[in-house]
């Protein structure tokens, strides 16, 4: 498909509002970066081991910055980068709903949806202060290097297949409420499973916070398009050029030889 024709699809609903969404989640997160609460603890303290250490740098870090705090930051974050992945859904959810449900269905599954996001916040929050008091300057760099492996691997392929999967939504009453909101936690199950370690990079970026968040964004929407495919490890989204090399050398190997 030609990067016009990609481009004109942007155009179309839901993509516009979605965007939109996004940026109005972006402006947010700029305004609030002076806040924004970022893991920065030192990688060892001699004589003592990261045992020891460990429920210290939690305590530390929760009292600097209190969990409504976090989840709060959090949730912004979720704003400015997860509504360009969920067209596919929404669109789902709203042709299979009837014309007087089709708000209610779609506020059902975004409940859910991000009722299971915000569960992971924290859960992520820890795992970036682990690496960072682990590797200290090198928290950023690990957890892009995570993040591509991760991109890489027939796991991270066999989730997002799981998430090119529609669930079926009734029309009628609780039936159509509860089926959007388990459509939203599966939906949300298995985005979390293929784009934690995306979502990692940007609670380690610092001052890059911002830039980094909107790149770690682009890299999951890229990630979101690919169609299903056989999990297998392969490029990660992070290398077009080399993706794009060994499929003309796929289609040059394949041609009849003249």
Not at 62 to 71: G, I, K, Q, T, V
Request: charged share 10%.
């Amino acid at each position: 498909m030609q990067l016009g024709s990609v481009l004109r699809n942007f155009t179309q609903a839901p993509w516009p509002l979605l965007f939109a969404t996004a940026g109005l989640g972006l402006a947010l997160s700029v305004y609030n970066a002076g806040n924004v609460a970022h893991p920065t603890f030192c990688s060892s303290v001699e004589g003592l081991s990261i045992v020891t250490l460990w429920p210290t740098v939690l305590e530390a870090e929760f009292a600097l910055n209190p969990l409504n705090r976090l989840l709060a930051d959090w949730a912004l974050m979720l704003v400015a980068m997860m509504p360009p992945l969920l067209a596919m859904p929404l669109m789902h959810v709203w042709r299979s709903s009837l014309p007087r449900r089709r708000l209610r269905a779609s506020v059902g599954f975004l409940l859910g949806y991000g009722a299971l996001w915000m569960a992971a916040g924290p859960i992520l929050t820890v795992l970036a202060l682990l690496l960072q008091f682990t590797v200290a300057e090198a928290a950023l760099a690990g957890a892009l290097l995570i993040a591509t492996l991760w991109s890489a691997s027939p796991w991270h392929r066999a989730a997002l297949n799981r998430g090119h999967r529609m669930r079926r939504i009734g029309l009628f009453g609780w039936a159509a409420d509860r089926d959007c909101l388990i459509f939203g936690m599966t939906h949300g199950g298995w985005c979390i499973a293929s784009c934690w370690a995306w979502m990692l990079v940007p609670l380690l970026g610092g001052a890059w916070h911002i830039p980094i968040m909107l790149f770690a964004g682009a890299m999951m929407l890229t990630e979101r398009l690919t169609p299903a495919d056989r999990p297998r490890w392969r490029w990660p989204a992070i290398s077009p050029r080399l993706d794009l090399y060994t499929v003309l050398i796929a289609r040059k190997a394949a041609r009849p030889h003249d």
